[in-house]
């Protein structure tokens, strides 16, 4: 030690050894408090803003403060997904509901605990040049829109049965074409932009941004935004849902609860703090700067949001509006066979309960 120079006063030394060890032990009980939390693996049928209350409640770690961690990951299709679920791989699929419909009538055994979208939220885009070849706009009549898919020689889907594929069937048969002559090729959900951007299909429907991106890029033009209520029967019903095993939900009620509510919490802060909600969607990984401009999420963001429900619990009504989708499409051939929309046969509110 330097001549002249003492030790620091032990006043002084034996504070700030306590404040360290008290800041160690905060922290090392913060990690295992972080590590003892029980784990769940959630997958999406797709990364479109349909999922929004996914990404905000994953961003805003709601699942943390519901007691569980969540571990998120996309599957490139509802099929995979709820497959996912019925293999056990994963704990939760957010699929849309007409989905857990078809998987039902095949076997698998699919419960929806939650529902955080409330509107068919599809935007329906085809190669600029189709639209500018028949003459057709946003503001033409819905039904010679709709007459354009007719005429598409392929139309790209995520997955077979799924919705992106349902909803030409159901709307073609609308205007009196033939569901079956349309022709689908399936791509997952990140590769139907791409797809049509390079001229390798004709159209595509996917939940915002994808088909937005396309027009933005001078490539696609969208012809119907579904979120925008034109056809009613397509409005007011569970359309993106959370589903499990009814196995699993019986033996983790608890698990089941904190997803099903951190979900709904993220929903329903899109009408408690709609700025906050808008930030956190912003940061989250699928929907920063880096992937979409400000333009393409401005847009896609204010198309979603309204669809978005208060809280995330059902109703029979709608779950019948989600089994008249079903028939309409095609996925019900047999409208006898129609299961029940009472709770407990699709879908129960027992886990989400009611927001607060």
């Given at each position: 030690?330097?001549?002249?120079?003492?030790?620091?006063?032990?006043?002084?030394?034996?504070?700030?050894?306590?404040?360290?060890?008290?800041l160690v032990f905060s922290l090392g009980g913060q990690a295992r408090a972080q590590k003892e939390l029980p784990e769940v693996i959630i997958a999406t049928a797709v990364s479109t803003l349909a999922f929004a209350a996914v990404w905000v409640a994953e961003q805003l770690k709601y699942f943390?403060?519901?007691?569980?961690?969540?571990?998120i990951t996309v599957a490139g299709g509802g099929s995979p997904c709820q497959a996912a679920v019925v293999g056990r791989s994963v704990n939760f699929c957010a699929s849309s509901s007409e989905g857990l419909i078809l998987?039902?009538?095949?076997?698998?055994?699919?419960?929806?605990?939650?529902?955080?979208?409330?509107?068919?939220?599809?935007?329906?885009?085809?190669?600029?040049?189709?639209?500018?070849?028949?003459?057709?706009?946003?503001?033409?009549?819905?039904?010679?829109?709709?007459?354009?898919?007719?005429?598409?020689?392929?139309?790209?889907?995520?997955?077979?049965?799924?919705?992106?594929?349902q909803i030409f069937k159901f709307l073609v048969k609308k205007v009196g074409g033939n569901p079956e002559k349309l022709k689908f090729v399936y791509l997952g959900g990140t590769?139907?932009?791409?797809?049509?951007?390079?001229?390798?299909?004709?159209?595509?429907?996917?939940?915002?941004?994808?088909?937005?991106t396309t027009e933005a890029a001078g490539k696609g033009y969208v012809?119907?935004?579904?979120?925008?209520?034109?056809?009613?029967?397509?409005?007011?019903?569970?359309?993106?849902?959370?589903?499990?095993?009814p196995d699993f939900v019986d033996k983790n009620p608890k698990l089941a609860t904190a997803v099903a509510r951190a979900i709904s919490r993220g929903?329903?802060?899109?009408?408690?703090?709609p700025q906050e909600a808008r930030a956190a969607l912003r940061a989250h990984r699928f929907s920063n700067p880096q992937r979409l401009t400000d333009e393409v999420f401005d847009l896609s963001s204010s198309l979603v949001k309204e669809a978005i429900p208060k809280w995330g619990d059902m109703t029979e009504e709608g779950w019948q509006r989600v089994l008249n989708f079903s028939i309409g499409a095609g996925i019900l051939k047999d409208p006898s066979k129609a299961p029940s929309a009472k709770e407990g046969v699709l879908w129960t509110n027992k886990y989400v309960g009611k927001g607060p």
């Amino acid at each position: 030690m330097p001549k002249g120079a003492s030790f620091p006063s032990s006043r002084i030394i034996r504070p700030v050894i306590l404040t360290a060890f008290i800041l160690v032990f905060s922290l090392g009980g913060q990690a295992r408090a972080q590590k003892e939390l029980p784990e769940v693996i959630i997958a999406t049928a797709v990364s479109t803003l349909a999922f929004a209350a996914v990404w905000v409640a994953e961003q805003l770690k709601y699942f943390e403060q519901e007691g569980v961690r969540a571990k998120i990951t996309v599957a490139g299709g509802g099929s995979p997904c709820q497959a996912a679920v019925v293999g056990r791989s994963v704990n939760f699929c957010a699929s849309s509901s007409e989905g857990l419909i078809l998987a039902r009538l095949e076997g698998a055994p699919l419960m929806a605990i939650q529902a955080h979208n409330r509107t068919l939220t599809l935007s329906l885009v085809v190669r600029k040049e189709i639209a500018e070849k028949f003459k057709v706009t946003r503001e033409s009549p819905l039904n010679d829109r709709i007459k354009v898919f007719t005429q598409l020689k392929t139309i790209g889907a995520t997955s077979p049965g799924a919705v992106s594929e349902q909803i030409f069937k159901f709307l073609v048969k609308k205007v009196g074409g033939n569901p079956e002559k349309l022709k689908f090729v399936y791509l997952g959900g990140t590769e139907l932009a791409p797809a049509l951007m390079n001229n390798i299909i004709d159209g595509f429907g996917q939940s915002p941004p994808g088909a937005e991106t396309t027009e933005a890029a001078g490539k696609g033009y969208v012809l119907i935004s579904l979120s925008q209520g034109e056809i009613p029967e397509l409005t007011d019903y569970p359309y993106e849902v959370l589903m499990a095993r009814p196995d699993f939900v019986d033996k983790n009620p608890k698990l089941a609860t904190a997803v099903a509510r951190a979900i709904s919490r993220g929903g329903a802060l899109f009408h408690s703090n709609p700025q906050e909600a808008r930030a956190a969607l912003r940061a989250h990984r699928f929907s920063n700067p880096q992937r979409l401009t400000d333009e393409v999420f401005d847009l896609s963001s204010s198309l979603v949001k309204e669809a978005i429900p208060k809280w995330g619990d059902m109703t029979e009504e709608g779950w019948q509006r989600v089994l008249n989708f079903s028939i309409g499409a095609g996925i019900l051939k047999d409208p006898s066979k129609a299961p029940s929309a009472k709770e407990g046969v699709l879908w129960t509110n027992k886990y989400v309960g009611k927001g607060p």
